[in-house]
């Protein structure tokens, strides 16, 4: 069993940036892949960025350029630093990670005022 605890969410202008942490109780280069992911009362769960074990990254269109995802593995921790933020941006963002199982995280919110 593996947890994830999100944390970083908060509330921001829009223009402004946060950097949300997903830590994990196992060794995070042990995963096939880790990520984002984000979900408002809207709409479906939707992919952010992702983190695959050769070390690709990949990034939803609408946050490339301002989003970048970054890992500490000693520190068995994955980042998201989120800059020029938008209003569309909100949502409560979720950390996933994947071996034989998804593992998700509890969420954390994120608030971009206009």
């Known amino acids: 069993q593996v947890h994830l605890v999100e944390s970083g969410g908060g509330l921001v202008q829009a223009g402004g940036s946060l950097r949300l942490s997903c830590v994990s109780s196992?060794?995070?280069?042990?995963?096939?892949?880790m990520g984002w992911f984000r979900q408002t009362p809207e709409k479906p769960r939707e992919f952010v960025a992702e983190?695959?074990?050769?070390?690709?990254?990949k990034y939803d269109e609408s946050v490339k350029g301002r989003f970048t995802l970054s890992r500490d593995i000693r520190k068995k921790t994955m980042y998201l630093q989120m800059n020029s933020l938008k209003p569309e941006d909100t949502a409560v963002y979720y950390c996933?990670?994947?071996?034989?199982?998804?593992?998700w995280g509890q969420g954390t919110q994120v608030t971009v005022s206009s």
């Open positions: 983190i695959y074990s050769g070390g690709l990254i």
């Open positions: 996933k990670a994947v071996n034989r199982y998804d593992f």
């Open positions: 196992g060794m995070i280069d042990t995963f096939s892949s």
